[in-house]
């Protein structure tokens, strides 16, 4: 055994990323190290944010908005398929990968992570929950009964890639319990998001293609009761779940999410089942025929569930592309001294703004403290109250979401506008100010004396001296 171990070690020298030339050490396996970093995401994110906002103030400004506006038109034979701009399809068609993935993520947590057990689950949950409301309350304040009501969802998000970003960037100051709880604090996040996306910004509903869609899913949830296991199949179907929800009038990324929520999230084949393939291996006693060894591809491949390997597949194409270029379209804001001016005292703006930067913060955290003070949860370990402070205001982050929203929620583009630029300005706020005040609640953390510190201990009475 130890000699095929050492064979498989030297074998990785036989790849590219393992080899020795220069395009392999100067650029290959940088680039496979940086795709592995948990804050890579969020960093491409930004670069992509940054390139739509200096481009959209270029002299080259034109050709920015002349790109986004491309039509896009899929026909087959006399049936329209979808004719839209490129900023639609990529809203509209591979945002729903993204919600997809989305849907992934939320089913592992439900079945084997953070939520699968309520009293754990509890703790995020409410914050989550506080995090949504508080936000709402404060731009509906700003805009009730105004032309920007409509816009109460928009500061109600989180960004998972931005907010991990920021946290992950700041290494071992952020107790790993706190990074546990913002994780499921988002996931949850996004479950009230896409609920809100679905009951609240549907404008009308074709209910035959709505019962296409439902079909389409009861569909799915058959051939995975009857342990039908060819995604090709799945992506076929999953394609017309998508086209009907689109025809529905409900927004397409919702049947990302459904589809996601009825992916098997458990293997085919348990961890015990894996060590009797490995000793039928070891006591083969002679090589595999053809026949064998796809049997056994198929069996080592099942041990891993359908869904931890669609999020292994998705989650860099997701990650490094889709939301890259939602960003990329949808960022591009013209800065002038009015559109700051709207952004900053403009109702909408304000709304935004501080419903993000105020909202989350006061909800998140102020939920979070009634739920430990009340007794349904408790801080993590090693988490202090400004810790929280400082999670709190860096799930203030709602860039992706919150653009999204944006979307759905205005059709005047002046409104468009200033609530993006708000969401821009509000999401800088919150990773340089929740950045800060988690350095510092991890230099009070550090500075603090423990419970064995000589120091803490009563000094002697009369009575014992």
Do not use: C
């Amino acid at each position: 055994m130890a000699g095929d171990s050492e064979q498989r070690l030297s074998s990785y020298h036989l790849t590219f990323l393992g080899g020795e030339t220069k395009l392999a050490r100067m650029v290959g396996r940088p680039v496979a190290q940086f795709l592995h970093v948990q804050a890579s995401g969020g960093i491409v994110l930004l670069i992509a944010a940054a390139v739509a906002l200096i481009w959209a103030n270029s002299p080259f400004q034109e050709s920015y908005h002349h790109l986004f506006e491309t039509h896009i038109e899929i026909v087959i034979g006399d049936f329209e398929v979808f004719d839209e701009n490129l900023e639609h399809f990529i809203s509209d068609a591979l945002m729903a990968i993204f919600f997809f993935v989305v849907g992934l993520e939320i089913k592992r947590e439900v079945v084997v992570g953070g939520l699968r057990n309520p009293k754990a689950a509890a703790f995020p949950a409410i914050a989550a929950i506080g995090g949504m409301a508080v936000p709402a309350l404060i731009f509906t304040a700003f805009n009730f009964g105004g032309p920007g009501a409509d816009g109460w969802g928009i500061p109600t998000a989180t960004d998972i890639a931005f907010a991990v970003g920021v946290v992950s960037l700041l290494g071992s100051r952020v107790p790993s319990p706190l990074k546990v709880f913002l994780l499921t604090l988002a996931i949850v996040d996004d479950l009230l998001a896409i609920m809100v996306i679905a009951i609240f910004y549907t404008e009308s509903l074709s209910f035959g293609w709505l019962g296409v869609a439902t079909a389409m899913l009861v569909l799915v949830a058959l051939l995975k009761r009857l342990k039908v296991w060819y995604i090709p199949l799945y992506v076929i179907v999953g394609t017309f779940v998508w086209f009907a929800v689109f025809k529905s009038g409900v927004h397409a990324t919702i049947a990302g999410v459904a589809l996601g929520l009825l992916t098997p999230a458990r293997p085919l084949h348990m961890a015990k089942e894996s060590e009797s393939l490995s000793a039928f291996v070891a006591g083969a006693g002679h090589d595999l025929d053809d026949g064998e060894t796809q049997a056994l591809a198929f069996l080592i491949r099942e041990n891993v569930s359908v869904l931890d390997r669609l999020i292994s597949w998705l989650h860099p194409w997701t990650s490094f592309v889709i939301i890259p270029l939602f960003a990329l379209a949808n960022a591009g804001i013209e800065f002038s001294t009015e559109a700051v001016s709207d952004a900053l005292t403009g109702s909408v703006g304000l709304g935004v703004f501080l419903g993000l930067i105020v909202g989350k913060t006061v909800g998140v955290g102020g939920f979070a403290w009634l739920a430990d003070r009340v007794g349904i949860a408790s801080l993590p370990p090693g988490v202090t109250p400004l810790h929280m402070i400082g999670i709190s205001m860096t799930a203030a982050i709602g860039f992706t979401v919150s653009i999204f929203v944006t979307g759905l929620a205005f059709s005047d583009e002046a409104l468009v506008e200033e609530s993006k630029m708000a969401i821009i300005f509000a999401s800088v706020a919150a990773a340089i100010g929740g950045a800060l005040i988690l350095t510092l609640a991890a230099k009070r953390a550090a500075g603090a004396p423990s419970d064995d510190d000589p120091a803490l201990d009563p000094a002697p009475s009369s009575a014992t001296t």
